[in-house]
């Protein structure tokens, strides 16, 4: 299987006024197509900020980086990911449908075609019978969820999400992680997902990448032997808090040699 993400001796250093901030170190990583990987640390440890080099929208000041073979810009160009935020940052103005089809609209496809997709990638996501609603008639849940739509509407081979359940409460992110678990089984993408949850990291992922406290290291990269079929109860078996327990002391470690 074919590596869609490849990072080596990866470095970036921000020039703020204050002076050098030495966000990402020695980020050496292959993500292999159709992989779940999570990244796990502290805040500020460069979780995002690595997802934001993938997505081209932070420049590595050393090291290599490669995006479906390509540059992260050049990949960028080919709409080879697409980008789902912690916010749904939905347009308030337009409907949960046509906020689903705005990145198609940008991209020049036909009205026939963004409708098409814009209604199979709603069905995906189980709101299909909200596509004429607004923004603020629907859950945090539900915005976050069309969010998810939004950035497979164009059928990008990878997805990248930015802690995209954080702010929502415990059975809601529950559902959204079996929902989400669903959709990456349908569908075959790339999932490169932040997130601060050892529960949430450990449940979705093929593998975790436990990161250090600033400047950003790997300081683990843990394989998940959980089946691919998850039901949530499986966060009770001792095969599951033995991958949680991992993950804490690579944190912990992480924490330790700061």
Request: aromatic share 8%; proline share 6%; with cysteine.
């Amino acid at each position: 299987m074919k590596d869609v993400v490849s990072a080596r001796a990866l470095d970036l250093t921000f020039q703020t006024g204050d002076g050098a901030v030495h966000a990402l170190s020695d980020i050496s990583l292959d993500i292999a197509e159709g992989e779940f990987v999570s990244f796990i640390g502290p805040s500020g440890c460069g979780k995002t900020t690595f997802l934001r080099c993938v997505a081209a929208l932070e420049q590595p000041t050393g090291g290599s980086l490669t995006v479906n073979g390509m540059t992260p810009d050049e990949a960028r160009q080919a709409r080879a990911y697409g980008y789902v935020f912690q916010a749904a940052g939905l347009y308030p103005w337009r409907t949960i449908g046509r906020n689903v089809t705005l990145p198609l609209e940008i991209m020049g496809y036909p009205k026939a075609e963004r409708r098409e997709r814009m209604e199979r990638v709603l069905r995906l996501v189980e709101l299909d019978q909200f596509a004429g609603k607004y923004p603020w008639q629907l859950s945090g849940g539900m915005q976050q969820r069309a969010s998810i739509a939004r950035a497979l509407a164009f059928d990008a081979p990878i997805l990248l999400m930015d802690e995209p359940f954080g702010a929502l409460d415990e059975i809601v992110r529950d559902r959204l992680n079996e929902e989400l678990l669903s959709l990456w089984a349908r569908t075959n993408k790339t999932m490169l997902f932040v997130t601060h949850s050892i529960p949430e990291a450990v449940y979705l992922s093929t593998r975790i990448v436990v990161m250090s406290p600033r400047p950003g290291r790997i300081t683990d990269v843990i394989e998940n032997p959980l089946p691919r079929e998850r039901p949530l109860d499986i966060r009770d078996t001792p095969e599951f808090l033995a991958v949680a327990h991992r993950v804490r002391e690579g944190l912990r470690e992480g924490m330790a040699a700061a």
